[in-house]
Antibody, heavy 118, light 110 residues
Framework: EVQLVESGGDLVQPGGSLRLSCAAS????????MHWVRQAPGKGLVWVSR????????SYADSVKGRFTISRDNAKNTLYLQMNSLRAEDTAVYYC???????????WGQGTLVTVSS | QSALTQPASVSGSPGQSITISCTGS?????????VSWYQQHPGKAPKLMIY???NRPSGVSNRFSGSKSGNTASLTISGLQAEDESDYYC??????????FGGGTKLTVL
């Protein structure tokens, strides 16, 4: 059974940092591109970042470029999102998702909540 | 990276068909056959309903179908059921090698 489990969400002050993790199981993690998608409370889905299967290529939304870094450890079957210089507008539930084809997320984690507030 | 445009809400009666539109540009929806549709119930993770414009993942009812014409993609749900009441989002690959979502559509089954 495919499972994605996010962790690392927390309450952090503006300007602070946080690292999210997404533990994958039930499939060959190293064969799939992966994404981070976020959803602010009561709002819609917003794509954040993606990484290719071997970690050599990444892409970011303009709103997080230069502040967030996506990475992966295929030996540990884990996806990461390093978030620096956090702002109030980064407050959201963060989901990781497996890429089936052309950006389509066929499996999603349950999400982890990041709250940026003083 | 402007969000794709979806109607805020649509509604229909049980048994009817409804269509949700998703309008982008030639840099996303119109330029690639990588449009996806998701269903999201409150407090739950999104569920993939359609990928690559018109393909259904295994296990998704054939009442759900997708299409595209120019810069606009569409999700059609036929034989509407109470359980279809949910939020629906489209997404598309873009010319910047990113993804973009629509603002979401709330489907109400009357």
């Amino acid at each position: 059974e495919v499972q994605l489990v996010e962790s690392g969400g927390d309450l952090v002050q503006p300007g602070g940092s946080l690292r999210l993790s997404c533990a994958a199981s039930g499939f060959t993690f190293s064969s799939y591109w992966m994404h981070w998608v976020r959803q602010a409370p009561g709002k819609g889905l917003v794509w954040v970042s993606r990484i290719n299967s071997d970690g050599s290529s990444t892409s970011y939304a303009d709103s997080v470029k230069g502040r967030f870094t996506i990475s992966r450890d295929n030996a540990k079957n884990t996806l990461y999102l390093q978030m620096n210089s956090l702002r109030a507008e980064d407050t959201a539930v963060y989901y990781c998702a497996r890429d089936l084809s052309g950006g389509a997320g066929d499996y999603w984690g349950q999400g982890t909540l990041v709250t940026v507030s003083s | 990276q402007s969000a794709l445009t979806q109607p805020a809400s649509v509604s229909g009666s049980p048994g009817q068909s409804i269509t949700i539109s998703c309008t982008g540009s030639s840099s996303d929806v119109g330029g690639y056959n990588h449009v996806s549709w998701y269903q999201q119930h409150p407090g739950k993770a999104p569920k993939l309903m359609i990928y690559d414009v018109s393909n259904r993942p295994s296990g998704v009812s054939n009442r759900f179908s997708g299409s595209k014409s120019g810069n606009t993609a569409s999700l059609t749900i036929s034989g509407l059921q109470a359980e279809d009441e949910s939020d629906y989002y489209c997404s598309s690959y873009t010319s910047s090698s990113t993804l973009v979502f629509g603002g979401g559509t709330k489907l109400t089954v009357l």
